[in-house]
Every structure is written in structure tokens, then in C-alpha cells.
């Protein structure tokens, strides 16, 4: 029998899917009056991952989303990396994940049970992972599979990590390589050679817990993780957010292997030009390839790090014992005529 090959079932692939920031901006403005609320800490006014809900003792409960079509053709590994990513939002607040519901939309007509099956099952494995059950969901009949998960946490508010919270001259790091995005392209496009996809799967299967851990190190101020938005949109998001700017050295950011090869045979996902034409005005000049490669969409990337320079040498400490060799990508500058500037 003929294996299922999901991506071709679906339009985008991952967060690629996602609506540009530009455009998000014009849909989430609203003239409705929008009421107070004391406890919410976190809303969606600086772009943070999740919103945070303030119990009252100390603690904040935390409540995301995120849900994509194929990335991978493996109803399994899409299963897994849809799961991871929606995780990633709670570690990236310095908060632990309690439970997940699924969201589930299916090509009933199109598509078996049982390769719905198999990518429920991939999810579910992601949460036994971290630890938290699979609790429930909701699922449709949609015209292309969807997958992802609704999660909650909970995070000590002294540790709540917050886009907000950035300062100058600290530096930034980035826990993950870059280039999921043209890797996965490649891959839609069957230009992917064999075992070359392989190191972007890992990355988009590793769980983001150590974030949970940085957040508690005194110094570690900021943290989001790269997706859909590439790098230089999640790092403008900060920057602007704590009203500073950014310097990143393109030469010191991590890249999967052949990222450069697949770049080159032009596999670049529509998602990279949306984002550049969305907040290319607030970046420095770049070249073809640093602009291809920093607004990449990433599925289920990174965590971006913001990091005290007194802090550096406990979290390179902490890095090193979860196997992340890490060095800094840039640093947090004054406030500019750019918000970021590559050099």
C-alpha cells in the first residue's frame, strides 16, 4: 500500500501557517471597549507567549494555544512536533505544563482513521514526555488535517518571564539552530535529499523544558520562543515590547546542516517574505541571505534568551549540563533608529 504523504493535503506546512504580523496587528485591533481585569498579569498587548492568570498565592496559571497543518508527511512525527510546539509556549513563560486538550481537524473523505490516529498517538507521546496528560479535545471535519494543543501551566510569578521585562546591554541567546523553515520547504518542494530533514525533525521533537529552569536564574530576564515569526520577528517583538533595541551577529547564529545548500536551490517557505514585508522596515540592512534566513518561519523552534551579563556564566553553566553548547547571538542596546540591527 502506498504510504500517506501529509504535506500534500495541506497548503502551508507548521507555523508557516500563521497570518503575518502585519496582518494579525489590523485583525486584533478593535474599537470594542475591553474591561479590566486585576488578575490577568499577561494579556496579549506585548505578544507574550501565553496569558497568565494571577491566583492570588504566588503563582499564576497559564493558557496557550497553537495548532498547525503537516510540516512532516509521518502522521507520527506531525503529531509529536504539533504537541512539542504548543508545549514550548509554557516554557518559554518559565512555567510548567499541567494538562493539554487537543485541537483535531480531519479530511474525513480524504483521509483514514487511522492515520488520525497516528497522529493523536504522536501527540499524546510529546505529553507523557513532559509529564502531563492528553486530557481531552475537540476535533472536525476540515478540508485539511489540523492538529495542536490547547495547554495550561503554572509558573511562580517571580519567575514569570515576561517580553516586557528586556533591558539594554544584556545578551542574546538562542537555544536552537535556525532554518526549519527551508529545510521543511525543501521537502514540499521533493527537492530534500535523504536523511537531510532529519535534523530539523529532532529539533522539532526536543521538548523547550529547560526554559522552566531558566527562569529561575537570577539575571535571565526574558524569554520567548522562535516560531512562525522567524527570529527577527519574535526578537522585535521584545524589543519592542521593553522599549529597546538589538544587535544580532548573523555570523554567530546556529543553522541545521545544508540550511545554506537548500537556500541556495531557492526553498525559501512563503511565510519568510510575508514576515520580512511585515517588519523588514524595522530591521538594519541585510543581505539576500541573512534576510532569508532571519525571518525563516520556524516550527517549533528556540528558545530566545535576553540574559544579564552577571547571569552569563550560570547560564552557560545550566546550557551545558542539558547538552546545549551555546554562545551569544547579539545583545540588547539602547533604543535606536532600528529596532534591530545586523552586523
Given amino acids: ?40 498579569l499577561v494579556g496579549n498587548s506585548d505578544k507574550d507567549d501565553a496569558a497568565a492568570f494571577d491566583l492570588g498565592n504566588g503563582t499564576s496559571v497559564l493558557s496557550t494555544t497553537d495548532f498547525f ?18 508545549l514550548s509556549d509554557i516554557y518559554a513563560m518559565g512555567g510548567k505544563p499541567l494538562m493539554a486538550i487537543s485541537i483535531f481537524g480531519w479530511p474525513i473523505d480524504k483521509l483514514s482513521a487511522d492515520v488520525a490516529k497516528d497522529v493523536i498517538d504522536g501527540g499524546r507521546s510529546i505529553c507523557e514526555e513532559a509529564g502531563i496528560p492528553l486530557a481531552g479535545g475537540h476535533s472536525i471535519d476540515s478540508p485539511e488535517p489540523i492538529f495542536g494543543l490547547a495547554v495550561t501551566g503554572l509558573v511562580d510569578n517571580k519567575h514569570l518571564m515576561q517580553n516586557s521585562n528586556a533591558k539594554e546591554d544584556c545578551l542574546i541567546f538562542l537555544t536552537k539552530p535556525l532554518g526549519i523553515g527551508i529545510l521543511s520547504t525543501a521537502q514540499k518542494q521533493k527537492q530534500i535529499e535523504d536523511g537531510h530533514i532529519d535534523p530539523a525533525i529532532k529539533a522539532m521533537t526536543t521538548l523547550n523544558k529547560i526554559g522552566a529552569d531558566l527562569a529561575k536564574l537570577d539575571g535571565v530576564i526574558a524569554m520567548t ?19 529597546i533595541s538589538s544587535e544580532i551577529n548573523f555570523n554567530k547564529v546556529p543553522l541545521l546542516p545544508n540550511v545554506e545548500k537548500y537556500r541556495q536551490l531557492g526553498c525559501i517557505p512563503g511565510g519568510a517574505k510575508k514576515n520580512f514585508m511585515s517588519y523588514g522596515s524595522k530591521i538594519s540592512e541585510m543581505t539576500q541571505q541573512q534576510r ?43 533604543k535606536g533608529i532600528n529596532v534591530v540591527e545586523i552586523i
Fill in 1 to 40: 500500500m502506498e504510504s500517506i504523504k501529509l504535506t500534500e493535503y495541506s497548503h502551508g506546512a507548521g507555523c508557516g501557517c500563521k497570518i503575518s504580523p502585519m496582518l494579525l496587528d489590523e485583525i486584533l485591533e478593535t474599537s470594542v471597549k475591553v474591561s479590566s481585569y486585576p488578575n490577568l
Fill in 69 to 86: 497543518m503537516p510540516i512532516v508527511d509521518d502522521a507520527f512525527t506531525f503529531g509529536q512536533i504539533a504537541a512539542t510546539n504548543a
Fill in 292 to 334: 532569508e534566513i532571519l525571518c525563516d518561519a520556524q516550527t517549533s523552534g528556540g528558545l530566545l534568551v535576553i540574559v544579564e551579563m552577571q547571569a552569563v556564566d550560570k547560564f552557560l553553566e545550566l546550557t551545558k549540563q542539558n547538552n546545549l553548547h551555546l554562545e551569544a547571538i547579539g545583545k540588547t542596546i539602547l
Fill in 225 to 243: 520562543d522562535v516560531t512562525g515569526f522567524g527570529l527577527l520577528g519574535h526578537l522585535v517583538e521584545i524589543c519592542e515590547a521593553s522599549k
